[in-house]
């Protein structure tokens, strides 16, 4: 890791109790970018971001702020560089929302920490980012998860940071906050330089926004680099040591493991149309098969992980006999066909997929 | 911005109560002084000789040092919540004040024996003493429970044990000096003269101070440590000091009037009700008001209701307090 990254670590080890957890961690990013954790539970994400926010101490190797070792910097200027939201749950009492980002001036104010026009705008414009400013007033403890965690980035912010650390920080919240809180952070981090180091259980979110990823697996950093670099196929699975599904890099899906046994049903597929068909016969534990899918169509990913065979085919090409013979071999052997094309209506419809239909409905109970 | 006014007019109020108080406390008593007595006593430094003695060398000093004394322990209960992060926390209750009372107890049927008098800075350090190694053991219980109602369990049974072995140590001690050393032992504010509050003005002021100087670090920490410590908080130096504060608060009350119970839970906590708001910089003032006149009362009532005949402070101020600890319990639904 070399000067070009605002933020790094060098030959880093944490761990609790002179026990290293995770050892020889080089992570690094320039300002303005987002760097995201990821790794199972207990992989020790947690560990390492509070040892970059200097909470632990690092067992070896050093952390590197601007060029500056961190624990060289006084704990005043620390707090005026980095921000934490973290997962531990606090419980102020009688504080209002706007009470809790005020918090967040605490580096900047003096002995009694009386706030300044400043130090009120600040908070103000805070908290109108995250978008908490209706609920300025309102209890701390009264208001829902998803608002408490909006209203912590706020109080975040308001430390103006440049480094802001943040421990699964969308792990409370809904879809709708989930994306939200992240454009905040993708927002802030391209208008105003701000860097982000987070740890994300949503690796479909981790790849979409982080500039870099690291991967912690067992007791290193497995790999790091941009999220094209990490999200190659059957990496998750590997990462993650998935027994029980699986995952297709590709478009972030995540799928229960497919039934065993003989295939049941045969499905006719495509354009979207055979995925919840997928998931439903998953669900009531009915092994398939399916086909004919090209490779790039949109019923592809579940087909392969669901399915106990696909009849594919590569992606913009013809439909080779083979694959048509084969499917047929494969629906005399199910009891059922399933097709969730409505073919009849085009006229400009693959021949091939007419004749599979058509076989269907001669040879099979068709639905 | 708009109770600002509000929280003015709350503590003009407190001032105002402490001072009715005071002025009662002269007043009221087993022996009726006429109330222009007082007046004259008052203001023109005269009147008559036993009425004097009576308002002027042993009400007012003992009113004054039921104000000071009851302030420190709200004080003081309000630094053990900032410190365990639990609404019912307090010197009593964790078996701080148990303990100052125990080394208090030692050092005066030791010095009994030897025919001595222990002076005001002997029986401050052993109380001072005595409430750090309590505090200290309550410390380490928290670092084995992780849960607030078994800290507060903890915290008692610490207090039955000190508790035990000052009866134990009261009961063998011979001397007439017993019957003081009882009295002491269940928390008292009588006997207190002005030499007393003296002393106490020169502990607690300062403690009060410190107290304040740390309302900005106390503010931070209500987020937790780790919030506290990104913002810059150096928690080692800032927990040391809240132990140092609070006990030296509970030991300066244990060594005059003896362990007083509830006061540190309760008055924190019908101050903050009263003023709408938690911040420090507030509610340590206010805390200390809130104390005062809350032993101010108590003590008024231990004197008055079964006069001529005394109570112990302690069964009245757990008549009150002990309510305020069952209402927030209630409040919280148990949530610890």
Known sequence: ?367 | MENKTYRYGMFLILFLLTAVLVAVSLYVGSVRVPLEEIVSLLLKDGGDGVYKDIVMEIRFPRALAAAMLGGSLALSGYLLQAFFHNPIAGPFILGISSGAKLAVALVLVLSLKKALQPGFAGMIGAAFLGAMLSMGFVILMSKVVDKMSMLIVSGIMIGYICSAVTDFLVTFAEDEQIVNLHNWSMGSFSGLGWEHVAVIFLVVFPAFLGVFLMSKPISAYELGELYAQNLGLNIRKFRFWLVVLSSLLSACVTAFAGPVSFVGIAAPHLVRRLLGTARPILMIPACFLGGAVFCLLCDLLARTLLAPAELSISTVTAMFGAPAVIYILVQRKGKF
């Open chain 1, 1 to 367: 890791m070399g000067e070009e990254f605002y933020f790094y670590t060098k030959t880093l080890s944490v761990g609790y109790h002179g026990v290293p957890l995770v050892e020889n961690i080089e992570i690094g990013l320039k300002k303005g970018q987002i760097l995201t954790l990821i790794g199972p539970n207990g992989a020790g994400k947690t560990t390492i971001l509070q040892s970059i926010i200097r909470q632990l101490e690092p067992l070896k190797g050093a952390v590197f702020l601007d060029g500056k070792e961190l624990g060289r910097i006084s704990a005043g200027e620390l707090a005026r560089r980095i921000s934490v939201v973290f997962t531990e749950r606090i419980r102020p009492e009688m504080m209002s929302c706007r009470q809790v980002v005020e918090t967040g001036r605490y580096p900047y104010t003096g002995r009694f920490g009386i706030l300044s026009d400043r130090d009120h705008r600040v908070v103000r414009e805070s908290m109108e980012l995250v978008k908490v400013s209706e609920i300025a007033e309102e209890a701390f403890e009264k208001i829902s998860d998803g608002q408490r965690q909006r209203v912590m980035l706020a109080r975040a912010l308001s430390q103006e940071p440049e480094l802001i650390v943040l421990d699964e920080p969308t792990s409370f919240l809904d879809i709708r906050h989930k994306l939200e809180f992240l454009s905040v952070l993708q927002r802030l981090s391209r208008e105003k330089g701000l860097s982000v180091v987070l740890s994300l259980h949503e690796l479909d979110l981790a790849e979409r926004i982080s500039d870099r990823i690291a991967c912690i697996r067992g007791d290193r950093i497995d790999r790091t680099g941009t999220p094209e670099e990490i999200f190659t196929p059957g990496y998750i699975r590997e990462l993650y040591g998935i027994v029980a599904g699986d995952y297709d890099e590709r478009t972030g899906t995540a799928e229960l493991p497919k039934q065993e046994g003989a295939p049941q049903v045969f499905v006719i597929g495509g354009n979207g149309t055979g995925t919840p068909v997928y998931r439903r016969l998953q669900r009531q534990g009915i092994p398939f098969t399916t086909g004919i899918l090209w490779e790039n169509d949109l019923d592809y990913p579940a087909a392969r992980l669901l399915a106990a065979e696909v009849v594919g085919e590569r992606a913009f090409c013809r439909v080779r006999t083979e694959a048509i013979r084969r499917a047929k071999e494969l629906m005399k052997g199910c009891r059922e066909v399933i097709c969730t094309l409505k073919a009849e209506t085009g006229g400009d419809f693959y021949p091939e997929l007419l004749e599979l239909i058509e076989y269907a409905r001669a040879n099979c109970v068709f639905h």
